[in-house]
């Protein structure tokens, strides 16, 4: 889904394999982060997101998936956590385009693709959720690293909420760091492997196909879904509770290269058997399901932690 000559293949790949766009973890996950978060933040930091999210064009879609009958206190928590969704609900929205080559998920080098300018800009800047780190297995040639990336746009967002910048450019960088603090503790976000059959890489996994048979995932997506799959608020307010609690130590590391250096150090634990070199299709056994699966849990929860450590510390 990234880098060159890649759009025809992945049109094919979606067409015979049933593959999974890259959305970072699924809905569920980012709203498990950003309910982790909240968890966190003072009583004055939760007024200050609450007053900022409400700025969101699509707000009145996120209170038609609140539970009638919740409290204010919840519907509260609930919008933020919604909020954590947004840059993957645009995909969906008319009202936004694609920018960039390769369907969107490769910047051109124009100077939109680095814009930060609020709710004004209607484009979907899919290539702001992810930073490639390429490896190889076989010594096969490395590409670079595209930018505008997840790195440089968190550190963009983050610059702009400590400032005296206006809050609705902070409502719009709010909503994006939301999301894409959960996106780099997703290990494929920050992974691309190289290999003889794959010289171009595997777009963060993407174009490793997993199949039972029948084929219905790839690895990027199976590596998403862990968390659970669900647009309701409820359904994540529950997977996260079950979350195992984050390392102090680690949840105050909160520079956003420590976090993509970490999930491409998880390389091990993805790129294991039973998957092994090329494309595939590979059979998902029980023990890497249960090893990810854990490995997912604690990104998740460390995600929610930092995340709300930097509000906390930073949002004016």
Request: proline share 6%.
């Amino acid at each position: 889904m990234r880098k060159g000559h890649r759009l025809v293949a992945l049109a094919l790949l979606w067409i015979l394999l049933c593959s999974v766009p890259s959305y970072g973890w699924f809905d569920l996950g980012h709203m498990a982060v950003a309910y982790v978060a909240y968890q966190r933040l003072t009583p004055q930091k939760k007024d200050r997101v609450d007053a900022l999210l409400r700025m969101n064009p699509d707000l009145k879609n996120w209170l038609t998936l609140i539970p009638p009958g919740t409290s204010k206190a919840d519907e509260r928590m609930m919008i933020f956590m919604i909020a954590a969704t947004w840059p993957d609900r645009i995909k969906k929205d008319d009202h936004y385009k694609d920018d960039g080559t390769e369907g969107g998920n490769l910047p051109d080098g124009k100077p939109t693709n680095s814009q930060n300018i609020g709710y004004a800009d209607l484009l979907r800047h899919k290539y702001w959720h992810f930073v490639d780190i390429p490896f190889t297995q076989d010594g096969t040639k490395l590409g670079g690293i595209p930018v505008p990336n997840a790195k440089t746009q968190i550190n963009v967002f983050r610059s702009v909420l400590t400032s005296n910048s206006s809050d609705a450019l902070k409502s719009y960088d709010l909503a994006w760091l939301l999301h894409m603090v959960g996106d780099v503790h997703q290990p494929l976000h920050c992974i691309e492997r190289y290999g003889k059959t794959q010289p171009d890489g595997d777009a963060g996994g993407n174009f490793v196909k997993l199949c039972a048979p029948p084929c219905k995932d790839v690895l990027h997506g199976f590596w998403d879904g862990l968390p659970g799959d669900s647009d309701d608020p409820v359904d994540a307010i529950k997977v996260a509770k079950q979350l195992p609690k984050a390392n102090k130590n680690l949840a105050g590391k909160l520079d956003t290269a420590v976090w993509i250096k970490e999930s491409f150090w998880l390389k091990k634990y993805v790129y294991v058997n039973p998957i092994g070199l090329g494309g595939g299709p590979f059979k998902i056994t029980d023990a890497y399901r249960k090893t990810a699966l854990a490995i997912a849990n604690q990104r998740v929860a460390l995600a929610g932690a930092r995340l709300g450590n930097i509000l906390n510390k930073e949002l004016k």
